[in-house]
C-alpha cells in the first residue's frame, strides 16, 4: 500500500470518526438527534449556529438516514450504494480538512 493510500484511508477514518463523535456530543449537550432540518427553520442564528455541525457531522447523518431508511422502507440497493458514496467521500473530503488543519497548527 502507498503512503498516499495509507494517507487517504486514514482522512477517511478520521472524517467518519469525527463526525460520529460531533453527532454523539451535540446529543449529549441536547438530548436529541441532530439532523439536517435544523436548517429548515429559516434564517435564524440557531440555524447558522447549525451549519458547522451539519458540514462535519454530515456522513455520519447521510449513512445513518440511509440504513434506517433502507431498514424501513426497502430502498433500492442503487440508493443506498449512491448514498454510502456520497457519504464516504464527504467523509474523505472533512477528514482531509481537518488533518491539513492539525499538520497546520503542528499537532500532527
Not at 463526525?19 to 439536517?36: D, E, I, M, Y
Not at 457531522?57 to 456520497?86: D, K, S, W, Y
Amino acid at each position: 500500500m502507498t503512503p498516499e493510500s495509507m494517507q487517504m484511508l486514514l482522512a477517511l477514518a478520521f472524517g467518519f470518526a469525527v463526525a460520529g463523535l460531533s453527532c454523539s456530543a451535540f446529543q449529549l449537550a441536547t438530548s436529541r438527534l441532530p439532523s439536517f432540518t435544523m436548517l429548515a427553520k429559516g434564517p435564524s442564528a440557531q440555524a447558522l449556529a447549525a451549519v458547522p455541525l451539519l458540514i462535519v457531522a454530515a456522513p455520519f447523518l447521510i449513512m445513518r438516514n440511509t440504513l434506517m431508511g433502507a431498514r424501513h422502507e426497502a430502498r433500492q440497493f442503487q440508493f443506498v450504494f449512491l448514498a454510502t458514496i456520497i457519504a464516504g467521500f464527504w467523509s474523505l473530503m472533512s477528514g482531509q480538512v481537518l488533518v491539513m488543519s492539525l499538520r497546520a497548527c503542528g499537532v500532527v
